[in-house]
Nanobody, 121 residues
Framework: QVQLVESGGGLVQVGGSLSLSCAAL????????MGWFRQAPGKEREFVSS????????LYADSVKGRFTISRDNAKGTMYLQMSGLKAEDTAVYYC??????????????WGQGTQVTVSS
């Protein structure tokens, strides 16, 4: 079994930067894709960004494009999200998730426990 563990959340001021990490623990893990999602209080979970594990192709939500950068380290089985120019509306619990290779039709079926990001003005 694989466990996804996020880290790096915290409190930052508007305009600041923060970096999140998502490590895959357990057996050797080579997913089809991994992604970041977030959920603000009272709102539904929303897509933030994703990255294809094999070729590094990325995708971003319009709300974070140009401010957030997703990356991965295949050898370490770790995904990152570098966030800059943070806004108050970026405040949310951030989750990492993974799509299993060969089971793409299931979508994101591995999820981390989430890490809180709070942007204060």
């Amino acid at each position: 079994q694989v466990q996804l563990v996020e880290s790096g959340g915290g409190l930052v001021q508007v305009g600041g930067s923060l970096s999140l990490s998502c490590a895959a623990l357990g057996r050797t893990f080579s997913p089809y894709a991994m992604g970041w999602f977030r959920q603000a209080p009272g709102k539904e979970r929303e897509f933030v960004s994703s990255i294809m594990w094999s070729n590094g192709v990325t995708l971003y939500a319009d709300s974070v494009k140009g401010r957030f950068t997703i990356s991965r380290d295949n050898a370490k089985g770790t995904m990152y999200l570098q966030m800059s120019g943070l806004k108050a509306e970026d405040t949310a619990v951030y989750y990492c998730a993974a799509v299993q290779t060969g089971l793409e039709e299931r979508g994101y079926d591995y999820w981390g426990q989430g890490t809180q990001v709070t942007v204060s003005s």
